[in-house]
C-alpha cells in the first residue's frame, strides 16, 4: 500500500487542522492505521491508532480529547482532526499502515509499521 499525507501547514494556536492521508491498494480496509509525529530533534512519536473497521480507537495521552483519528474504508482514507492545537503539536507528521498489528501495544508502536505517508508538516505559532 502506498500512503499520501496532505493537509499540513501553520496555523496559530488554538486553531484546528485536519490531517488526511490517502491510500493505494484494494485491501486498505486490513490495514491497521497509525499517526505519528517527529518533531526537530526528537523521537517519533505515537499520536493515533486505529483498527481497520475502525472500532478499536488509540491515542497519545498528550492529544486525548484533543485529537481524533478516523477512517473511511469506502475512501481507502484515514483522518486525524486536531482541535486547539499548541505550539508543542508542531510536527512533521506522519501516517502508516499495516496489516498484522493485532494488539494495542503493536499498533503504538512505530516501529512495527511497515508502510509510511512521506510525512505533511504542522507548524502551530503562538
Do not use: H
Not at 6 to 26: E, N, T
Not at 67 to 76: E, M, P, V
Not at 109 to 121: A, E, L, M
Amino acid at each position: 500500500v502506498q500512503l499520501q499525507a496532505s493537509g499540513g501547514g501553520l496555523v496559530q494556536a488554538g486553531d484546528s487542522l485536519s490531517l488526511s492521508c490517502a491510500a493505494s491498494g484494494r485491501t486498505f480496509s486490513l490495514y491497521r492505521m497509525g499517526w505519528f509525529r517527529q518533531a526537530p530533534g526528537k523521537e517519533r512519536e505515537f499520536v493515533a491508532a486505529a483498527s481497520w473497521s475502525g472500532g478499536f480507537i488509540y491515542y497519545a495521552d498528550s492529544v486525548k480529547g484533543q485529537f481524533t483519528i478516523s477512517r473511511d474504508n469506502a475512501k481507502n482514507t484515514v483522518y486525524l482532526q486536531m482541535n486547539s492545537l499548541k505550539p508543542e503539536d508542531t510536527a512533521v507528521y506522519y501516517c502508516a499502515a499495516d496489516p498484522r498489528l493485532n494488539t494495542a501495544y503493536s499498533m503504538l508502536d512505530y516501529r512495527r509499521y511497515n508502510y509510511w505517508g512521506q510525512g505533511t508538516k504542522v507548524t502551530v505559532s503562538s
